[in-house]
């Protein structure tokens, strides 16, 4: 029997919200990574006979994507934005205070398989910068010392709220509501706050409108 007979049932209904088959390979890749906690060439072969591809066609996928892992990353995934504005405004020192706290580089795992770090991109939530996320939730407007004590409560098993509401759990947990957005915790929390709205604020206040799809497709 195939490791992954247990996740037929939900690779089907994952597979079946979709007109075409190969549309479900990247919530399958989340599935994957949520059970196994990585993906693995043999769960690369799984998503491809499963949809009809060939791994090649998975691998591309799996490889592109900097969210789908190839190692376990252990319980807790932590990102530190180090892209421009997050650098400058305190990501790098965000980013060198949890390698020293955790005593771990760039896309490594503590030795007790409990927090892994990495160094990741603009999250498009630079208005709240410098920002990390743990499984990725985020954890805005972060400091050296408030990134350590993140760690430091989740090392000492305490329940931690990310900074817009949702309770963190852990990577694979993370990994499944990215595999079933329908499970009511994907809008879970505040993702939208004043600050995020200002610039469409001003721009109602002073009646700008974006151009239309049809216009732009006219000039161009
Ligand atoms: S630069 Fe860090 S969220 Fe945009």
Redesign the pocket.
């Known amino acids: 029997m195939s490791q992954f007979a247990h996740l037929n049932e939900r690779m089907v209904e994952i597979t079946a919200r979709y007109p075409k088959s190969r549309s479900a390979v990247m919530p399958l890749l989340h599935l994957l990574q949520s059970d196994q906690g990585a993906v693995t060439i043999d769960g690369i072969r799984a998503v491809a006979d499963h949809l009809g591809l060939t791994a090649a066609e998975v691998t591309a996928v799996a490889s592109f994507y900097t969210m789908y892992k190839r190692r376990d990353v252990g319980r807790h995934h932590v990102g530190v934005?180090?892209?421009?504005?997050?650098?400058v405004l305190g990501?790098d020192a965000v980013y060198e205070a949890l390698a020293q706290r955790l005593g771990v580089g760039h896309n490594e795992t503590t030795a007790d398989g409990e927090f892994h770090l990495e160094r990741i991109?603009?999250?498009?939530?630079?208005t709240?910068?410098?920002?990390m996320t743990v499984d990725w939730e985020f954890m805005d407007n972060q400091t050296p010392q408030s990134a350590i004590e993140v760690i430091d409560q989740l090392a000492r098993g305490e329940s931690v709220e990310s900074t817009r509401g949702p309770v963190i759990r852990d990577f694979n947990a993370t990994e499944d509501t990215l595999a079933f957005p329908d499970d009511g915790l994907a809008g879970a929390g505040r993702p939208v706050d004043d600050i995020m709205l200002a610039g469409l604020k001003v721009a109602q206040e002073l009646g700008m409108t974006a151009p239309s799809g049809h216009h732009i497709s006219r000039e161009g």
């Open positions: 934005c180090t892209n421009t504005l997050c650098a990501g991109e603009c999250q498009a939530a630079c709240h910068a410098p920002v």
